[in-house]
């Protein structure tokens, strides 16, 4: 997306819908993310400079 202008301002969302986006993520609401990408979502969180690390975290499905 970084690359292509036109698709900065296209995509884009309310402060408050980025919120509910990032909340169902955080929560893993409906089973959005498999098991692995969701404690990666919840490590990054606490720790954002974390690298992708497939032996700590399980790698992603």
């Known amino acids: ?30 089973d959005l993310l498999s098991r692995a990408s969701h404690r990666f979502t919840l490590a990054k969180r606490h720790n954002p400079r974390l690298l992708f690390d497939r032996a700590t975290l399980g790698g992603v499905n």
Do not use: C
């Open 1 to 30: 997306m970084q690359n292509e202008w036109d698709a900065q301002v296209l995509h884009w969302a309310t402060p408050s819908t980025a919120n509910r986006i990032l909340a169902t993520f955080y929560t893993n609401k409906g």
